[in-house]
């Protein structure tokens, strides 16, 4: 079975504080693991996933199988990141369905 | 192309009615997935489909829910008999067969079942 926890619900910092957003794993096999943002009044998409690697918006990931983390980073955090944050999870090459975590709500103030 | 579209964007409806949703999914994606949202928590797989082929279903898919892709393109989701349990939003989202592929997502039908 999959299981993603994202232990908190919200984050409240200040502009240009530093942010991470939790995300623990349970599975067996090999993950592929993603971060899903959805802004007010938009819809999910995708933020960024491991495979890739990449530093989205200022956003990093790196997936720890030690400790069967992905937790998402951004050293200073900006007005424009405040939405809803979904850590994900599917079988490495399976493409198939996401199993999601609860999310969290990052509020950045002023 | 504007991306994965669902209709109707809302939907109120009495108990014991039943209901239909449609997803048209971005026009090259093979693969297409319903999730269910329910307030504080997140998207909760659904069903599965690559082309008119269902894939997979979950086993929290009660025998109410049906889903078809009947060529390949678009898709509905038939929930019979509503229930205040099934108020929720539903998601469709769609993506290439290919490793490591997005999942894009529509807007969700919100489904009120008074």
């Known amino acids: 079975a999959q299981r993603v926890t994202q232990p908190e619900k919200l984050l409240s910092v200040f502009k240009g504080a530093p942010v991470e957003l939790k995300c623990n794993y349970s599975?067996?096999?090999?993950?592929?693991l993603f971060w899903y943002v959805q802004y007010s009044r938009q819809r999910l998409q995708l933020l960024l996933r491991?495979?890739s690697r990449e530093s989205i918006k200022g956003f990093t990931a790196d997936l720890n199988k030690g400790e069967t983390s992905f937790h998402l980073k951004k050293p200073f955090a900006q007005e424009e990141d405040s939405a809803m944050y979904y850590c994900?999870?599917?079988?490495?090459?399976?493409?198939?369905?996401?199993?999601f975590g609860k999310g969290i709500t990052l509020s950045v103030r002023p | 192309d504007t991306g994965v579209s669902q209709d109707p964007r809302h939907k109120i409806t009495k108990r014991g009615q039943n209901v239909t949703f449609r997803c048209d999914p971005i026009?090259?994606?093979?693969?297409l997935y319903w999730y269910r949202q329910t307030l504080g928590q997140g998207p909760e797989f659904l069903t599965y489909?690559?082309?008119?082929?269902?894939?997979?279903k979950s086993r929290l898919l009660s025998d109410r829910f049906s889903a078809e892709r009947p060529k390949g393109s678009f898709s509905t989701l038939e929930i019979q008999r509503t229930e205040q349990g099934d108020s929720a939003m539903y998601l469709c989202?769609?993506?290439?067969?290919?490793?490591?592929?997005?999942?894009?997502f529509g807007p969700g039908t919100r489904l009120t079942v008074t």
């Open positions: 491991h495979i």
């Open positions: 599975y067996s096999g090999s993950p592929e």
């Open positions: 994900a999870l599917t079988p490495y090459g399976a493409n198939s369905k996401l199993t």
């Open positions: 989202a769609s993506s290439i067969r290919d490793r490591g592929s997005e999942q894009y």
């Open positions: 489909f690559q082309n008119e082929a269902q894939l997979e």
């Open positions: 026009s090259e994606h093979n693969r």
